[in-house]
Antibody
Framework: QVHLEQSGAEVKKPGASVKISCKAS????????IHWVRQAPGQGLEWMGI????????VYTQKLQGRVTMTRDTSTRTVYMELSSLRSEDMAVYFC????????????????WGQGTLVTVSS | SYELTQPPSVSVSPGQTASIVCSGD??????AYWYQQKPGQAPVLVIY???ERSSGIPERFSASSSGTEVTLTITGVQAEDEADYYC??????????FGGGTKLTVL
C-alpha cells in the first residue's frame, strides 16, 4: 500500500536550519507530486509547497520563499524539506503528502499523508 | 489568491446530521476536497473532486457543491466522527489553499 515515512522529531535553536525527510513506498515514485504541509500547535493546516519528483521542479508558498527548499532523491524514493533561519513561528508538525499524478498536472488531492514530524524551535 | 472560510465549530448530537460549509470565490472553478483530522493524527482524505467519497470512508459522509460554497454532510453522526475537518482547494496560479478548519463536536 502507499506509504510515506517521515524522519523523527527535531529540536533546533532560532536561526538554525532543519531538514526533514519523507520516504515513499508502494507506488511509482516519479508518477505523483509530493507536497509539504505544516500545522502549528492548535492551528490549522498550511500548505508550504510542492515538488515534482521527475525533475525536481518546485513551487513554494510566497510566505516561505527564500527560506524553504524541497529536493528529492529518486534513487531512494525520498523527498526532503529544508527550512532555514528558523523562528518561533516555525514550530509546528510538518507533513509530507502525496498529491496528484504528474501526467495530469498539479491539480489533485492529498492522499496519503506521512505521520508528521514535530519541529521545536527553542533557545 | 482567495480564502476558504469555514465555521470554527459545529456541534451535533449522535444520530443527527452535521453540515460544514466552506466558502470561497474560486470554488466554482476549482475542485474542493475535505480532510478529517483527529487529535495527534495526520489528516485523512474524506472527499475529493467536490463530491467523491474516498476509499474506506463510510457512506454517511457526503458532499455537495453550489456556486461559491461546498458542504460536507455527515448523516447519522457517530461519536468517532468527532474531529477537525478542513476544506482545501487551489487558486488559478496553482497555489493550494486550506480553510481554517471546523471542530466537529458530538454532544
Amino acid at each position: 500500500q502507499v506509504h510515506l515515512e517521515q524522519s523523527g522529531a527535531e529540536v533546533k535553536k532560532p536561526g538554525a536550519s532543519v531538514k526533514i525527510s519523507c520516504k515513499a513506498s508502494g507506488y511509482t515514485f516519479n508518477n505523483y507530486y509530493i507536497h509539504w504541509v505544516r500545522q502549528a500547535p492548535g492551528q490549522g493546516l498550511e500548505w508550504m509547497g510542492i515538488i515534482k519528483p521527475t525533475d525536481g521542479k518546485t513551487v513554494y508558498t510566497q510566505k516561505l520563499q527564500g527560506r524553504v527548499t524541497m529536493t528529492r532523491d529518486t534513487s531512494t524514493r525520498t523527498v526532503y524539506m529544508e527550512l532555514s533561519s528558523l523562528r518561533s513561528e516555525d514550530m509546528a508538525v510538518y507533513f509530507c503528502t502525496r498529491g496528484g499524478a504528474v501526467e495530469t498536472g498539479t491539480a489533485g488531492w492529498f492522499d496519503p499523508w506521512g505521520q508528521g514530524t514535530l519541529v521545536t524551535v527553542s533557545s | 489568491s482567495y480564502e476558504l472560510t469555514q465555521p470554527p465549530s459545529v456541534s451535533v448530537s449522535p444520530g443527527q446530521t452535521a453540515s460544514i460549509v466552506c466558502s470561497g470565490d474560486g470554488l466554482p472553478k476549482q475542485y474542493a476536497y475535505w480532510y478529517q483530522q483527529k487529535p495527534g493524527q495526520a489528516p485523512v482524505l474524506v472527499i475529493y473532486q467536490d463530491t467523491e467519497r474516498s476509499s474506506g470512508i463510510p457512506e454517511r459522509f457526503s458532499a455537495s457543491s453550489s456556486g461559491t460554497e461546498v458542504t460536507l454532510t455527515i448523516t447519522g453522526v457517530q461519536a468517532e466522527d468527532e474531529a477537525d475537518y478542513y476544506c482545501q482547494s487551489t487558486d488559478s496560479s496553482g497555489i493550494y489553499l486550506f480553510g481554517g478548519g471546523t471542530k466537529l463536536t458530538v454532544l
